[in-house]
């Protein structure tokens, strides 16, 4: 995404924050704030979040910026905005979309397929159960005088 934030008013929010929390250093406050405008998120509510986030003595970097807080209540875009559940095996990726539990899924799917294949292709080379009074004989399972 095109950054829509000018640079000025980046250079500005850096600044601003960078006053309130003097040890952010100006780098990692920039890439959260660019980070902010990358997910679309309007320039006013970005400024408002990172206030709100710079002066919470518990936020301990800028990272947090761009992720889902209570420093974003108050904004209208993003009020309210609930804390996404993260899925428990792999804590990068929302749960229900996660990328990799999907593709184990389908992986999953391809073992069990395979299964069942080897399976049916056991079962085919089984003979059918044996019928009263025996299979009828094969040339080749009578004894061999029978043959020759
Ligand atoms: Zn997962």
């Known amino acids: 995404m095109m950054p829509r934030f000018t640079k000025v008013q980046t250079k500005v929010l850096v600044a601003q924050i960078h006053q309130l929390r003097h040890e952010w250093d100006t780098p990692g406050i920039l890439a959260a704030v660019e980070a902010c405008d990358g ?31 209570t420093h974003w209540q108050g904004t209208r875009s993003v009020a309210g905005r609930l804390a996404p559940v993260m899925c428990p095996d792999h804590p990068d990726h929302e749960a229900g979309g996660c990328p990799q539990c999907i593709d184990e899924a389908a992986r999953d799917v391809d073992t069990r397929v395979a299964e069942v294949r080897a399976a049916l292709r056991v079962a085919a080379r089984l003979r059918p159960p044996i019928p009263p009074g025996g299979h009828p004989k094969t040339e080749d399972q009578l004894p061999r005088e029978a043959v020759a």
């Open 39 to 69: 997910k679309g998120f309007p320039y006013g509510d970005t400024v408002k979040a990172a206030v709100n986030l710079a002066v919470n003595p518990e936020a301990r970097t800028p990272g947090l910026l761009p992720l889902p807080g």
